[in-house]
């Protein structure tokens, strides 16, 4: 099984950029589907975006030219990259894996979670 930890959170004006990290152990993510959560306050915990195993990426609309996920299979690490940060950004962001290639962007269809990075984003 794999373990993973999220780092790169912090606070940022709006229009600033942050890079999160998705530190993995265990297993390889390149044999995961490997998802970006986001949860703020009072909210559901919503998708951001996925790589799959084939290095394909998917994003929410919102999040569309503005966040890039990308996989690092030497470092075992995946990555979100977020510019032009908006304060409705703001949330604790969350790396997820699940086992099998399909793709889904429901929290629930994830098998392994980090514990989350907080990102600010003030106006």
């Known amino acids: 099984q794999v373990q993973l930890v999220e780092s790169g959170g912090g606070l940022v004006q709006a229009g600033g950029s942050l890079r999160l990290s998705c530190a993995a152990s265990g297993r390889a993510v390149s044999t995961y589907t490997m998802g970006w959560f986001r949860q703020a306050p009072g909210k559901e915990r919503e998708f951001v975006g996925i790589?799959?195993?084939?290095?394909?990426?998917y994003y929410t609309d919102s999040v569309v030219g503005r966040f890039t996920i990308s996989r690092d299979n030497a470092k075992n690490t995946v990555a979100l990259q977020m510019d032009g940060l908006k304060p409705e950004d703001t949330a604790a962001y969350y790396c997820?894996?699940?086992?099998?290639?399909?793709?889904?962007?429901?929290?629930?269809?994830?098998?392994?979670w980090g514990q989350g990075t907080q990102v600010t984003v003030s106006s």
């Open positions: 997820a894996a699940k086992s099998d290639h399909v793709y889904s962007a429901s929290p629930r269809n994830y098998d392994y």
């Open positions: 790589i799959t195993r084939g290095a394909n990426t």
